[in-house]
T-cell receptor
């Protein structure tokens, strides 16, 4: 079946531009996560949605980062006024339910390069 | 919050040998420990996971062990093959939150 998909796969932005990254989770999955992965590092948590509710945004590095999931399915991560330190791979993951032991399935990621 | 440490950072083995990657965690309330394999340009792929109510789990050539007292868990890959070459990440799910905290990764190279 279809897994988690993300678009675009690659994004190049000039410093100061706004970007929007899209995540299509596995159909019917309640939980959705965004992670940021710097080069050579493990993914780091950004934010978590249960259906359309953003229950945890403690990992967002600044108020330039904003995420939404208005209908409880597709999610968008928006970064305003991009900076070079925002360059990373942004990963989306979804899980069927909301327990801490639920398996998280990851998408292929969006590689963001800020020039 | 949770802190996960992983070692070694790089590991080279001959084809057919075994590989072992170890992780420690800090939050004693953590109850879920997945392992992911990440190939270049791809997202992490779950290869095996273990929950805190068991001490060992095996799936063909892959096994994971968990020692809750010592707060460490390990990945064992037997009869390694060149296609096992990738970056492997351990992770832990803190009992107080749903997100995963990842280790820093192990670059495994299986030499033919």
């Amino acid at each position: 079946g279809a897994g988690v998909s993300q678009s675009p796969r690659y994004k190049v932005a000039k410093r100061g531009q706004d970007v929007a990254l899209r995540c299509d989770p596995i159909s019917g999955h309640v939980s959705l996560f965004w992670y940021q992965q710097a080069l050579g590092q493990g993914p780091e948590f950004l934010t978590y949605f249960q259906n359309e509710a953003q229950l945890d945004k403690s990992g967002l590095p600044s108020d330039r980062f904003f995420a939404e999931r208005p209908e409880g399915s597709v999610s968008t991560l928006k970064i305003q006024r991009t900076q070079q330190e925002d360059s990373a791979v942004y990963l989306c993951a979804s899980s069927l339910e909301y327990r801490t032991t639920d398996t998280q399935y990851f998408g292929p990621g969006t590689r963001l390069t800020v020039l | 919050g949770e802190n996960v440490e992983q070692h070694p950072s790089t590991l080279s083995v001959q084809e057919g040998d075994s590989a072992v990657i170890k992780c420690t965690y800090s939050d004693s309330a953590s109850n879920y420990f997945p392992w992911y394999k990440q190939e270049l340009g791809k997202g992490p792929q779950l290869i095996i996971d273990i929950r805190s109510n068991v001490g060992e789990k095996k799936d063909q050539r892959i096994a994971v062990t968990l020692n809750k007292t010592a707060k460490h868990f390990s990945l064992h890959i037997t009869e390694t093959q060149p296609e096992d070459s990738a970056v492997y990440f351990c992770a832990a799910s803190p009992g107080s939150a749903r997100q995963l905290t990842f280790g820093s990764g192990t670059q495994l190279t299986v030499l033919p």
